[in-house]
């Protein structure tokens, strides 16, 4: 008997199988988005999307947390028609208005308002230990970065003020238990989460909630806010998409997303520079956008000003490019990259004692 027959004979976990044959390993789901750059910010890949695990959306108030994790689940739950969305609310900070522009149907909705980091952990776990592989669910946090513990709760209503200092542990408890539920049954949780400034002369951002929602997480996203003007008149804002984190995407990748106040979240976002990046696009002059044909190198005669690019006639054949896609997986994906920088992996140095390697 073989030491993998061994192995597979004499394991306690009914789930092991060897990893070529792993339905853990090799069967992700993956849904796309319609927003083919959020797409890339999940996984690298323009037609790839939202996958099983953790992802966290944090960044400052009014920074478009909570719709991002909406838009989510408005896709999975299109994808699957038998889906559910669990929804753990503690900041009620997604009005009526939000379900209803997105198309949500809330009867697939179980919202569940949350008043402490316990309460959200034995709800959660109580639903994941009754839900099965093959189940869809999708599970949104909003939030857990100013969620209080029972016993910070407890001592405000006793009129104490002592801090509750196991807060960190509890919230650092919560995603270790949570996580292998989510990839072993193939669900996606998204979480609002808070950051906080750093002390130093250049204080960077950090995501609140210490290392446990960090080494838990499959993705975090760190968003970041411009203005969009004509003019004076502000017209919407730019969210930059900081990857923070990530299984897929290669760390500090910045994703732009256009949300103007008169038509929402711009389907085309951020797919202009990124085409202009990898020679896709290119500028023949001051203000104007042409094509540029992968396969030789010449640019179009057409050209368009730069608000025109946003239709699917403009990129319908970009984005069905196998070029572009393979472009855009290369520039983004960790996993495009050599893992060992002088390539193939060898063995270096010789197996018999005192023989020295031929270089």
């Keep these: 008997m073989s030491v993998m027959e061994k192995l597979k004979k004499n394991t306690t976990v009914k789930e092991s199988s060897v990893l070529s044959k792993s339905k853990f390993f090799n069967e992700k789901d ?7 750059a959020l797409n890339i910010a999940l996984s690298a890949r323009i037609d790839g999307g939202i996958s099983p695990g953790l992802t966290q959306w944090c960044g400052e ?21 038998d889906a559910a969305l669990l929804f753990f609310d503690s900041e009620f900070g997604t009005p009526k208005s939000y379900w209803d522009k997105l198309g949500i149907d809330k009867e697939r909705v179980l919202h569940t308002p949350l008043t402490d980091i316990e309460q959200l952990t034995f709800d959660c776990m109580n639903q994941l230990k009754n839900i099965e ?11 857990i970065g100013n969620l209080a513990s029972k016993r910070e709760v407890d001592n ?14 509890k919230l650092k408890a919560f995603f270790r238990m949570v996580t292998p539920h989510l990839n072993i049954k193939d669900i996606p949780m998204h979480v609002v989460n808070h950051v906080y ?18 080494l838990s997480s499959d993705n975090i996203f ?25 299984r897929y995407v290669i760390p500090k990748s910045k994703i732009p997303i256009s949300v103007s106040f008169e038509s929402g979240v711009s389907k085309w976002s951020g797919l202009l520079d990124i085409a202009l990046d990898l020679g896709f696009c290119a ?9 540029v044909d992968p396969k030789t190198g010449e640019i179009e005669e057409k050209k368009y000003r730069a608000k025109d690019t946003n239709t699917k006639e403009f990129w319908d054949s970009i984005l069905n490019s196998q070029e572009f896609k393979d472009a855009v997986y290369n520039r983004y994906s960790i996993s495009s990259h050599s893992i060992i920088s ?18």
């Design 283 to 291: 500028k023949p002059s001051m203000g104007w956008i042409s094509k």
């Design 156 to 169: 405000s209503l006793a009129e104490k003020s002592a801090e509750d200092l196991s807060r960190p542990k």
């Design 197 to 214: 400034k750093e002390m130093s002369l250049y204080p960077k951002d950090i995501v609140a909630g210490g290392q446990g929602s960090y």
């Design 222 to 246: 760190i968003i970041g806010k411009q203005q969009e003007k004509d003019g004076t008149e502000l017209m919407g804002f730019n969210f930059i998409i900081n990857v923070e984190k990530s």
């Design 61 to 81: 108030s009014a920074r478009f947390k909570s719709l991002f994790c909406l838009l989510m689940a408005k896709s999975y739950l299109d994808k699957y028609p």
């Design 133 to 143: 592989r093959g189940d869809k669910l999708f599970i949104v946090i909003d939030s």
């Design 342 to 359: 002088d390539g193939e992996i060898e063995q270096v140095f010789s197996n018999e004692e005192g023989e020295e390697d031929d270089e």
């Design 30 to 36: 993956m849904i796309p988005t319609s927003i083919p």
